[in-house]
C-alpha cells in the first residue's frame, strides 16, 4: 500500500489478464472497473501476458501496465484467437511468485510501471 496526501494508505489492485489482444465485455468491464475506482483510496495495476489492443488501452487512461510473459514451459493453448492458460498446480505457485516478487520490487523500490 501506498500513502496519499492525507496520510491514509492506497489499497493496490491488481488486474489481470491473459489475453492481451482482446477487448470486448470482460474486458471493458475490467477497465472501466479500473478507471472509476477512487484514486485517493485506491491504485489500479495492470498486468497482462503480452503487449496488445488491452495494455494500449490501460495505458491511454495512464494505469500502470507491466507486461509479465508466460514461460514457454506453461503449456498454452490457443482458443478462439486468444491464448488461454493451462497451469499445472506448480505453475500455477510459480506464477503467484513471480507476480508477487515483481509487485514487491514495484512497491519497495520505486519503480514505474510502464
Known amino acids: 500500500m501506498t500513502s496519499n496526501a492525507v496520510g491514509n494508505l492506497k489499497i493496490k489492485i491488481v488486474f489481470v489478464d491473459v489475453r492481451y489482444n482482446a477487448f470486448y465485455g470482460a474486458q471493458q468491464s475490467m477497465h472501466t472497473l479500473a478507471t472509476h475506482l477512487d484514486k485517493s483510496?485506491?491504485?489500479?495495476?495492470?498486468v497482462t501476458t503480452e503487449e496488445g489492443e488491452l495494455s494500449e488501452q490501460f495505458r491511454a487512461s495512464e494505469i500502470p501496465t507491466q507486461i509479465l510473459p508466460i514461460s514457454p514451459l506453461v503449456n498454452v493453448v490457443n482458443v478462439?484467437?486468444?491464448?488461454?492458460?493451462?497451469?499445472?498446480?506448480?505453475k500455477k505457485i510459480q506464477v503467484t511468485f513471480e507476480l508477487m516478487s515483481l509487485f514487491h520490487n514495484f512497491s519497495h523500490q520505486g519503480h514505474k510501471m510502464q
Do not use: D, N, T
Not at 483510496?41 to 495492470?46: G, Q, T
Not at 478462439?80 to 506448480?90: D, E, N, R, T
Open 80 to 90: 478462439f484467437g486468444h491464448k488461454i492458460v493451462q497451469y499445472s498446480l506448480i
Open 41 to 46: 483510496r485506491f491504485e489500479p495495476i495492470f
